[in-house]
């Protein structure tokens, strides 16, 4: 999880990330697989990334974890059979340079980044807009804070404001929801509220719809204040042991797992408020991967949401 940097250096590094991707509609007929990792399309090798291997192992139907075990022949068999029964003429491939990021149906319709990116800068925030970010090839994240509706919550000031997140390559939809910043050290907590919006990739009025959801996850904003001041007398005698509860509930992976160990001295305490700032803590794990810091940050405002 980066710390602050303005929008216009996220429109920049989106560029530069997407100068090499483009995207095409492949037919059926015209791939094969050399293995798992490699596939042909009109005689020409193609390395498939690590999303795109998932994407059509399971589009095949054929379990992906079954699958990177074996070795590259039985990989090649498996895939150039069920390939046969695919129903569509063609698949939808998306690219960076030669390698293939994600394979899709015709009916994908994708939302790029910078579309997205597009039409914030439509919407008023402006190129030295303030926001938190995280980036990676498969996951975007856009944390804008609203320094207008900042509140004193145990001595420390909390920012409210917007997330949005969007993946290219089909790791999650395009998603709006609520965000807060904990401003002493940059932790953000993203939390579903009544007007959080999630839209697949099959539909073109995603971005038209964007600048009304906007307005209305901000009018929910406001209840966050009150969760936070709950959180903070609700006590917990055991964190580690409420944390480790929390870790399987959330199925958090072994990667997600070692950040919150990793949080945990940094955040300790006995109260919910500690334990939800151990995962928005953790999300700043140094090399976790975009989804994951995103992941926590959700986690973190899920349990806000259940202190009562």
């Known amino acids: ?34 293995s798992l990792e490699t ?70 319709i994708p939302t790029d980044n910078i579309e997205v990116l597009d039409k914030l800068k439509s919407l008023d925030y402006p190129l030295d807009t303030r926001v938190q970010s995280s980036i990676d090839d498969e996951f975007m994240m856009i944390n804008i804070p609203d320094g207008r509706q900042s509140f004193i919550i145990n001595g420390e000031r909390m920012t409210p404001g917007i997330s949005v997140s969007n993946s290219e390559v089909g790791l999650a939809s395009l998603s709006i929801a609520a965000f807060v910043l904990r401003l002493v050290c940059t932790n953000g907590m993203i939390s579903k509220t009544e007007v959080s919006a999630s839209y697949r990739h099959i539909s073109g009025k995603i971005l038209s719809e964007l600048p009304g959801v906007l307005t209305d996850v901000s009018r929910e904003l406001g209840k966050k204040k009150d969760q936070f001041r709950l959180s903070i007398e609700s006590k917990v005698e055991h964190p580690e042991m ?53 992941k926590l940050q959700r986690v973190g405002g899920t349990i806000l949401g259940m202190v009562k």
């Not at 602050?4 to 990330?17: C, K, Q, Y």
């Not at 945990?264 to 994951?292: C, R, W």
Request: charged share 25%.
């Open 1 to 34: 999880m980066s710390n602050m940097t303005t929008l216009g250096n996220v429109f920049d590094r989106v560029h530069e990330m997407s100068r090499n991707y483009h995207d095409k509609l492949i037919e059926v007929k015209e791939i094969s697989f050399e």
């Open 39 to 108: 596939i042909s399309i009109s005689d020409e090798l193609h390395r498939l990334k690590p999303i795109a291997q998932q994407s059509i192992s399971n589009r095949l139907g054929i379990p992906f974890h079954y699958l990177r075990k074996c070795p590259s022949d039985i990989q090649r068999l498996n895939l150039n059979h069920w390939l046969q029964y695919e129903r569509n003429e063609e698949l939808f491939f998306r690219f960076n340079g030669d390698d293939v990021r994600a394979i899709f149906t015709p009916r994908y």
């Open 242 to 294: 409420t944390i480790s509860s929390f870790n399987n509930q959330f199925q958090l992976n072994k990667e997600e797992k070692e950040a919150v160990e990793w949080a945990l001295p940094l955040e300790f305490g006995q109260t919910m408020f500690h334990v939800i700032n151990v995962y928005t803590k953790a999300a700043q794990y140094p090399e976790l991967p975009a989804d994951s810091g995103y």
